[in-house]
C-alpha cells in the first residue's frame, strides 16, 4: 500500500520521545507529520512495569510539559481527564510511578491522529524525482507492503538490551535480561538460588521486588555488580543543573577524545539507583531479620561476569573475578536476571543512505548541535547521541527540549521558545 502524500515529518518509532514530538507537532497546522511503529500498541519498558517502581525525574518531565506549558497533551491534564487532579494534589509526590507514565503516554496515543502502529520500517531510501525520503515497510503480522514520503525523518527506536557476548546464545527462560523480567517474573520467583546482575535502578528494582516475598523456603538471592558500589543518583539542585541545554553546550564542544572520559566520571548523573530505593532494601532486609524470616542473600560489589555455563544440576555456573583481590569465584543459579543496561544500534532500515549520513572517525554517528545526522539538518535522531550530546541523551526531562530543537530547526524559526540561561554556574573557562 503506498501513500502518495507528502508528510513533512515521518518519525520512525514510537517511543516517549518521538511521542512527545507528535504531541508537540499536533497543534502546529502547518506541519503534515506521520509516526510509524512495529509494535501493536504503545508500551514503555513493558517488561519493567514493576508495581511501585517510580520514574528517577519530576512529573513535569512528562512529554510536552517543559516545552509547551499550557498542552493538552500534559500530565496535568490526563489527571483532570481521569478526574485525579485534585487528589494528586493531596498527594503531594513529585514522582509517579512507571506505570502511571505509561498510562499517561498510551491516554496521549489515544489523542492523536498522527501514530501508526503495526508498521515495521525495512527501509529508508532518498527521492529521485525530488528532495524527500522514502518509508517502506511491512506489517509485522500480515507482511502487507507499505510505502510514504517524507522530507523529514526523525528516528527514535530506542535502545536494545546490551547482553555480554558470552550469554548472548543462552538467553532464554532461566537466563535473561531484565527488559523481559514481568513475563518470567513469577517462575523467577519460586526460584532457590537467583542471580541479579548489575548495578543500576533495574536491579536494584527486581531484587528489591523479589525480597517482596520473603523468606521463601530454600531461596537465596545474589546481587552482584562490578562497579564499587551500590551507589545512589546524585539528587542535588547543582546536579540537575548539568540536565541542562546549558550543559550540552559545554560538553558538546569538548574534544572527542575528552568526552568518553567525562561520560565515565559521570555514572552517579544517570547510573545510579534512587537513593530512597536503597534505603527500601536495606529496610527490607533489617525487617525479615527482625522477624526472624532472614533471606539468604549475597551482595557484592567489584564483582565482573566473566563466565556462564549449565551446570552439572539444575542450572547454571556462573564464573566472577573480584576486580579488587584479583580473584576468580563461582556462583551457581537456577535464575540470572542480567540488568546490564541498553545500547544504542545503527537501524538497518539506513543501508540505502548511508552516503547521506555523518559518521566520526569511529563510525558512529556525527550528530550536529541540532540532533542532525546529515548535513542538510533533514535527517535527525533521538537518544542516540550521548557521545557527541552527554549523558543527558535518555533523560525524559530533556526530550521536550530535543524536540523543540528539532522542530524550530524544521521550520526555520522559533516555535518553541528555548530557555537560554538556566543554570547559576560556569561550566567552562570565562569568555574574554
Known amino acids: 500500500m503506498e501513500d502518495n502524500s507528502m508528510y513533512d515529518i515521518a518519525g520512525i518509532g514510537i517511543g516517549p520521545f518521538n511521542l512527545g514530538l507528535a504531541a508537540l507537532c499536533a497543534p502546529i497546522q502547518s506541519l503534515k507529520t506521520i509516526f510509524l511503529e512495529a509494535q501493536p500498541e504503545f508500551n514503555w519498558h513493558a517488561g519493567m512495569l514493576l508495581p511501585g517502581s517510580?520514574?528517577?525525574?519530576?512529573?513535569?518531565?512528562?512529554?510536552?510539559?517543559?516545552?509547551?506549558?499550557c498542552s493538552a497533551f500534559m500530565y496535568l491534564n490526563f489527571l483532570r481527564k481521569q478526574g485525579r487532579l485534585l487528589q494528586f494534589g493531596i498527594h503531594e509526590n513529585n514522582v509517579i510511578t512507571r506505570r502511571e507514565y505509561n498510562r499517561y503516554c498510551r491516554w496521549v496515543c489515544d489523542q492523536l491522529s498522527n501514530l501508526q502502529f503495526n508498521w515495521h520500517v525495512t527501509d529508508v531510501g532518498y527521492g529521485e524525482d525530488g528532495p524527500y525520503y522514502r518509508i517502506t515497510g511491512?506489517?509485522?503480522?500480515?507482511?502487507?507492503?507499505?510505502?510514504i514520503r517524507a522530507r523529514h525523518v526523525v528516528i527514535g527506536i530506542g535502545t536494545q538490551p546490551s547482553i555480554p557476548g558470552f550469554a548472548a546464545s543462552l538467553l532464554g527462560d532461566q537466563v535473561l535480561h531484565s527488559s523481559q523480567y514481568l513475563k518470567y517474573r513469577a517462575a523467577v520467583s519460586h526460584s532457590k538460588r537467583i542471580v541479579v546482575v548489575g548495578s543500576g535502578q533495574s536491579a536494584a528494582e527486581i531484587f528489591y521486588d523479589l525480597l517482596q516475598n520473603g523468606a521463601v523456603p530454600g531461596q537465596h538471592l545474589s546481587w552482584m555488580t562490578r562497579s564499587p558500589r551500590f551507589y545512589a543518583m546524585e539528587h542535588t539542585k547543582l546536579s540537575f543543573e548539568m540536565a541542562t541545554p546549558a550543559y550540552i553546550d559545554h560538553f558538546y564542544q569538548l574534544?572527542?577524545?575528552?568526552?568518553?572520559?567525562?561520560?565515565?566520571?559521570?555514572d552517579t548523573l544517570y547510573k545510579g539507583v534512587n537513593y530512597q530505593l536503597i534505603n527500601a532494601i536495606y529496610d527490607r532486609?533489617?525487617?525479615?531479620?527482625?522477624?526472624?524470616?532472614?533471606?539468604?542473600?549475597?551482595?557484592?560489589?567489584?564483582?565482573?561476569?566473566?563466565?556462564?555455563?549449565?551446570?552439572?544440576?539444575?542450572?547454571?555456573?556462573?564464573?566472577f573475578h573480584h576486580e579488587e583481590q584479583e580473584q576468580c569465584f563461582e556462583l551457581e543459579a537456577e535464575h540470572i536476571i542480567?540488568?546490564?543496561?541498553?545500547?544504542?544500534?545503527?537501524?538497518?532500515?539506513?543501508?540505502?543512505?548511508?552516503?547521506?549520513?555523518?559518521?566520526?572517525?569511529?563510525?558512529?554517528?556525527?550528530?550536529t548541535r541540532k540532533?542532525?545526522?546529515?548535513?542538510?539538518?533533514?535527517?535527525?535522531?533521538?537518544n542516540a547521541e550521548m557521545h557527541t550530546h552527554g549523558f543527558t541523551a535518555p533523560e525524559l526531562g530533556l526530550g521536550p527540549y530535543r524536540n523543540a530543537v528539532i522542530i524550530n530547526t524544521i521550520l526555520g524559526t522559533t516555535y518553541y521558545p528555548v530557555d537560554e540561561q538556566t543554570v547559576f554556574q560556569q561550566f567552562g573557562v570565562p569568555l574574554q
Request: glycine letters at 4%; proline letters at 7%.
Open 54 to 69: 517510580t520514574l528517577q525525574v519530576s512529573y513535569l518531565a512528562d512529554l510536552v510539559t517543559l516545552a509547551d506549558p
Open 138 to 147: 511491512v506489517h509485522p503480522f500480515t507482511g502487507a507492503s507499505r510505502s
Open 255 to 266: 574534544s572527542q577524545t575528552r568526552k568518553p572520559v567525562t561520560i565515565q566520571q559521570q
Open 285 to 319: 532486609l533489617y525487617e525479615l531479620m527482625t522477624e526472624g524470616m532472614p533471606v539468604p542473600v549475597t551482595l557484592m560489589t567489584n564483582v565482573s561476569l566473566k563466565e556462564m555455563r549449565p551446570s552439572k544440576t539444575k542450572g547454571w555456573v556462573l564464573q
Open 338 to 367: 542480567l540488568a546490564t543496561g541498553y545500547k544504542t544500534i545503527a537501524p538497518p532500515f539506513l543501508k540505502s543512505i548511508k552516503h547521506l549520513i555523518r559518521y566520526d572517525a569511529q563510525g558512529h554517528f556525527n550528530i
Open 371 to 382: 540532533y542532525a545526522i546529515d548535513e542538510k539538518d533533514t535527517l535527525f535522531v533521538q
